[in-house]
């Protein structure tokens, strides 16, 4: 019998039989590995567990504990759930099902609408089939064959996957547990019976392919776990999430709206909000004069040759919107502000002494969103976006990458973020440009992110039509993982427009390019922010950030001077002389979560002081009004995150 060379994470190595599956080799590591084993990667390719190894190759056995095996249990799930859905409903069709970052959904054709009783009943039924321990089988057939099988079902979503299908370069394959049959690429985990813990979360209509022009299915959104201390701890999770929620505190704060009837995915900042975008824009605008930065301002629209110049025309039209035509002429509203910022650079000849030129512009854009993916400020259609560009010679490129990575992190750890993930995105299927520049760019972002002693992962794939990006991950109290910041190489829009400077040899030379947002948007940013913080902003950021409460009307006049005390010390202060008690006014204000309430009543009247009540900590004591002042403005100056 030959043998195979099989390589570990660990690097050590070991020789199996020919043949051997990944299954068999963790048993031969430890029965605790072989128990909780779901998955196996050999040569970097997810494959089931009873795949069976002919050649040396590299091995890695993964459990829930890693991200991928992770998806691949709650993939599974989703197939177990379609199967407990079959059960009630025999005339289901089933769109797609796959994993998502905390779980796995499936879209779903019935005649029902499926109500919370259902999705328990289902929940049920999917733990019932799981003790069966159903195995996951996987078949591979012609495409003739698959459509036939799913013809026979009359499953047109099938059908119409498979129709896309090139069965000559695409290896098409099924899977079968018990009664269930599913179109799928896999892999899965070996059987049911692992799935112990299920939890459907929620339904909700989803369009098929996310085109509102085709029909809409039903999503059931579920979640599964190998404990049950997991899903507590998870259900637990999604508590503090929905108390987190940006759309509930942006209403219970008045910090922002969406007015549906005058177009979904806009945003509409009332002064609460506003007040707390202009703190952000003000630390924003001297934090880029501080770093070299000068600030622009750009058109909204511009004529459609600036967008089949840069090829957003050709390769981002489906998210922009539709011409408008001006004087005979077809103009675009901005979806970036890059070719302005290149139209400034091309009004005058620039020589090497010059860069490199750091250009920043808080930038109102507008994209297509199809409606069922707008999510509050975190999904929109108009959005101001954190923006730079950098222009500069060829040997300043991996120095400017450098001071943009370090720019973000100090930008980040401003605002409390301080664990970020970073990832090197390669060239996207749809792109322009020789790939030996793209290697070259993509070469140069490796270098950086090396020489800062940087982990970073690559995203195959992920880079923009017009070069390769560092993208930054941070995460937040929840510890959930935001995509916000991204620093993209670009050495195509400066051929594209003919972009030049004099070099210091007199010759002309083509500058190169770098493409920065920071906080990404401001809409997202904040959306992100409220729910960081629970809405309960720093001080510093706070849009009230001190409540002066007399505790009857006998002290309004002595409130009064509090307040203006303050007002004219730069607080953002707020004066209560609502005719209630002085036990609902804190109540209130404590919902509200300004950070300090002032009790006003005869004994600091008499004594001049103030009587701090700090949220969610309480009674801080009596204190002078100038030392209360002083107190305040110290942690304001200095931007503390904590109050």
């Known amino acids: 019998m030959n043998k195979v060379e099989i390589a570990f994470p660990d690097g050590s190595k070991r020789e199996f039989e020919s043949g051997t599956t990944a299954l068999q080799i963790a048993e031969s590591i430890s029965p605790k590995l072989a128990r909780e084993a779901l998955v196996a990667k050999i040569d970097g390719i997810l494959r089931d567990l009873d795949y069976p190894i002919h050649e040396n190759a590299s091995l890695q056995i993964l459990t829930f504990n890693e991200p991928e095996g992770r998806e691949t249990y709650w993939h599974s799930t989703s197939h177990l759930m379609a199967h407990a859905v079959l059960s009630f409903y025999p005339e289901a069709k089933f769109g797609v099902g796959p994993a998502v970052e905390t779980g796995f959904y499936y879209d779903i054709d019935i005649n029902t609408k499926l109500t919370e009783e259902d999705l328990s009943k289902i929940e049920k039924r999917m733990l019932e089939i799981a003790k069966q321990s159903n195995k996951y089988k996987r078949s591979e057939l012609s495409k003739d064959d698959a459509v036939k099988l799913f013809s026979e079902k009359e499953d047109q979503y099938k059908l119409e996957i498979l129709s896309e299908l090139d069965d000559l370069k695409e290896t098409i394959s099924i899977y079968n547990e018990g009664e269930f049959v599913d179109l799928c690429t896999g892999p ?18 989803s369009y098929w392919r996310g085109n509102e022009h085709n029909k809409q299915l039903q999503r059931i959104y579920g979640v599964s776990f190998p404990k049950q201390s997991m899903l507590d701890d998870y259900i637990k999770f999604l508590e503090e999430a929905k108390r987190r929620d940006h759309r509930k505190l942006g209403r219970q704060l008045d910090l922002f709206s969406i007015q549906e009837e005058s177009g979904p995915g806009l945003i509409y900042w009332h002064p609460k909000g506003a007040r707390v975008r202009h703190e952000i824009e ?7 004069y501080e770093n070299g930065y000068e600030l622009l301002y750009s058109p909204h629209i511009g004529k459609s040759w600036l967008w089949e110049t840069s090829g957003h025309l050709e390769n981002y039209k489906e998210n922009m919107y539709a011409p408008m035509s001006i004087d005979d002429q077809d103009y675009f509203i901005k979806p970036m502000n890059c070719p302005f910022h290149i139209m400034m650079y091309k009004s005058k000849l620039w020589s090497y002494r010059d860069l490199p030129l750091r250009w920043a512009e808080l930038g ?7 409606s069922g993916v707008l999510h509050g400020l975190l999904r929109v259609r108009g959005f101001t ?9 060829q040997e300043q490129i991996e120095d400017e990458i450098i001071e943009v990575i370090r720019f973000s992190m100090y930008m980040w750890k401003s605002f409390g973020f301080d664990d970020l993930k970073f990832y090197i995105a390669t060239k996207p299927e749809k792109a322009v440009g020789d790939d030996n520049l793209w290697e070259k760019a993509i070469n140069s972002l490796k270098l950086a992110m090396q020489k800062e002693n940087l982990d970073y992962e690559i995203d195959e794939g992920g880079g ?24 993209q190489f670009d050495f195509n829009l400066p051929e594209r427009f003919d972009m030049k400077y004099i070099g210091e040899d007199g010759k002309e030379h083509r500058p190169f390019m770098v493409h920065r947002a920071l906080l990404g948007s401001l809409e997202r940013f904040m959306g992100v922010l409220i729910e960081h913080f629970a809405g309960a902003f720093p001080v510093w950021l706070s849009p009230v950030q001190v409540a002066v409460i007399p505790i009857s009307e006998h002290f309004v006049d002595y409130a009064k001077d509090v307040n203006e005390k303050l007002k004219k010390n730069g607080v953002r202060s707020e004066l209560d002389m609502r005719n209630e008690k002085i036990g609902y006014k804190i109540r209130d204000w404590e919902t509200h979560k300004v950070p300090f309430m002032l009790i006003l009543g005869e004994k600091e009247k008499e004594s001049s002081t103030v009587s701090v ?30 109050n």
């Open 188 to 205: 899965h985990i070996p059987d049911t019976g692992k799935i112990k813990y299920v939890k459907l979360l929620s339904v909700s209509g």
């Open 385 to 393: 976006q954190d923006d730079a560009h950098i222009f500069c010679a």
């Open 464 to 487: 923009a039509f017009y070069g390769p990006k560092i993208d930054i991950k941070i995460k937040d109290a929840l510890k959930r993982e935001w995509q916000m910041s991204t620093i």
């Open 282 to 288: 003000s630390f924003w605008k001297q934090a880029h």
């Open 364 to 370: 109102t854009v507008y994209r297509y969103e199809k």
């Open 613 to 642: 009540r700090q949220h969610k900590k309480g009674d801080l004591g009596s204190k002078n009004i100038d030392e209360f002042i002083g107190f305040i403005l110290n942690l304001i100056s200095v931007k503390s995150i904590n």
